[in-house]
């Protein structure tokens, strides 16, 4: 037989919307290092794979394109979710098919484990069926897991259809009287709205999650065990999954396989997030010399724009306030800020000493880590969380879906490192004027910083050599590449 076929081939399924593909590649870099034996093969539709910074060639780390699930000449609606719904129908065929064609590439070495987004809870049969270990990554808080985890005892617990008078009451109660580990300021409405209800794809998918997610092999996430700690404790040793790992913040150990390929000088391990780390607005240079903690950088990650009224508020407060700000808006969305506001802040004059620098992309991690950045304006994604505790950088949160509103309520109410927009919108240009005063120019702002950089030194020490996240990236190195059964 060939020795060949004792090598443990990996499969890596992606859930290619949001910034989901990214992290999970990144852990399976760290793996493929970490493992030069074994081989890695990744999945996900081609825009996702083009999207991504794969090592060059002759690593053992190859890409294979899934089908997307969008029809010929389809039209979209321009609703978020609608592409996540269709791929959603492709699966699981679409994977399956494409494992099976990266079995045959590699000379037939069968699989020995199947890695993949924990949304892909289809892949714990699929595992099951040729008895190899299934290992979920979650890409969001171990926290969002756990509520998800708990979704069946949260319905049961709210009721069916809670008319408005109950959801308003129910809406301030605290879920620790109910759900075991969540910390105690998370109220009912800082819940995902999937955990609560939905008959779409997407919370469909989600809620057969938090049934399948108990067969897999280890459960791993991109937190660390300090940042929640009695989420983590309940995760690892209430036997609802056979292993949990967080092995984060990836940000902080990110490898980069073609060392020739980027230049580091610029960064010591941390590059963002797998996506080529590019600068071409100038973005650090123009940060170059700004007062310490000054700075305002503003993101909404990749999957959301604010609506018009609330692109006006923010920009409206930060013209009153005065402070320098980077804000990163795709050009699809440029055309609703408000009128003139580009030419007023001097964006549009490549001048170093403008108030403001609108780009289309920035160098996130790079930003978060600068000295002059004193706030993140940010949705609450989970990747902006991790990267703004890893730079030391309080936050303001405007969430809008999904785990988001979870993540801004442990940013502002558990770890106390950001300050909440009164009535939540930014359409209301005094309450961003004051958050973002508080932060950036009040003693509170200061307790908040000196929070998120304790944080910061836990995380730093969470990647370190006898650090928990190294420890639990040992343990699953040891799962995912352990050898194929004969
Ligand atoms: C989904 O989140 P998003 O993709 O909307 O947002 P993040 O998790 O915050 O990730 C955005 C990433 O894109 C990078 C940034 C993050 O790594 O550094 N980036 C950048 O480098 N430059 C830019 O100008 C803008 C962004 C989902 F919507 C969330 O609810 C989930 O929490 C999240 C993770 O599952 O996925």
């Given at each position: 037989r060939d020795h060949h076929h004792h090598h443990p081939h990996v499969v890596v399924a992606a859930f290619p919307h949001g910034s989901h593909a990214a992290p999970l590649l990144s852990l399976t870099r760290r793996l493929a290092a970490a493992a030069p034996n074994a081989t890695f093969s990744f999945f996900s539709t081609s825009k996702s794979n083009a999207s991504l910074n794969f090592p060059a060639a002759a690593t053992n780390i190859t890409p294979y394109d899934v089908d997307d699930g969008v029809p010929p000449n389809h039209v979209f609606s321009g609703h978020p979710l609608e592409p996540v719904e269709l791929f959603i129908k492709a699966t699981p065929h679409n994977f399956t098919k494409a494992f099976q064609e990266?079995?045959?590439?590699?000379?037939n070495n069968k699989i020995s484990c199947i890695m993949s987004d924990a949304f892909f809870w289809f892949l714990a049969e699929v595992a099951?069926?040729?008895n190899v270990p299934?290992?979920?990554?979650?890409?969001?808080?171990s926290t969002s897991l756990s509520l998800h985890f708990y979704t069946d005892l949260i319905r049961q617990t709210i009721g069916p259809a809670p008319d408005d008078?109950?959801?308003g009451e129910m809406e301030e109660a605290l879920l620790m009287s109910f759900v075991p580990g969540v910390p105690s300021a998370l109220r009912l409405q800082d819940i995902p709205a999937e955990v609560i209800g939905g008959d779409h794809a997407f919370p469909a998918m989600l809620h057969k999650m938090?049934?399948?997610?108990?067969r897999a092999t280890a459960v791993t996430v991109n937190s660390f065990d300090h940042l929640e700690p009695s989420v983590t404790q309940h995760l690892k040793y209430s036997n609802l999954f056979p292993t949990f790992l967080p092995v984060g913040p990836f940000n902080l150990i990110d490898i980069d396989m073609n060392n020739n390929a980027r230049d580091n000088s610029s960064t010591d391990s941390s590059t963002s997030n797998n996506l080529v780390a590019h600068d071409p607005d100038g973005c650090l240079h123009w940060l170059a010399g700004r007062e310490p903690a000054s700075v305002a950088y503003i993101s909404f990650g990749t999957v959301m724009t604010p609506p018009p009224p609330e692109l006006a508020g923010l920009a409206e407060a930060l013209e009153a306030i005065g402070a320098p700000f980077i804000w990163s808006i795709p050009d699809r969305a440029k055309?609703?800020?408000?009128q003139g506001f580009l030419e007023r802040i001097g964006s549009t004059s490549d001048h170093d000493r403008s108030q403001g620098k609108v780009v289309s992309w920035a160098p996130q991690v790079e930003l978060l880590s600068h000295e002059a950045v004193g706030v993140f304006v940010s949705h609450g994604g989970w990747n902006s969380v991790m990267e703004s505790v890893s730079g030391g950088v309080p936050l303001i949160c405007r969430p809008f879906l999904g785990?988001?509103?979870t993540n801004a309520r442990l940013v502002s109410h558990v770890w106390g490192i950001g300050a909440d927009i009164k009535d939540g919108r930014l359409s209301n240009k005094e309450g961003v004027m004051e958050a973002l005063e508080r932060v950036l120019k009040s003693e509170e702002g200061k307790v908040m910083r000196d929070k998120i950089k304790s944080l910061k030194e836990q995380?730093?020490?969470?990647?370190s050599p006898d650090g928990t996240s190294t420890k639990n990236f040992s343990q699953l190195l040891k799962i995912v590449t352990s050898p194929p059964s004969q």
């Open positions: 990266a079995v045959s590439r590699n000379n099951a069926d040729i299934w290992v979920p990554l979650w890409t969001a808080a008078a109950a959801t938090s049934h399948f997610i108990a055309h609703n800020l408000p785990d988001q509103r995380a730093k020490k969470a990647v």
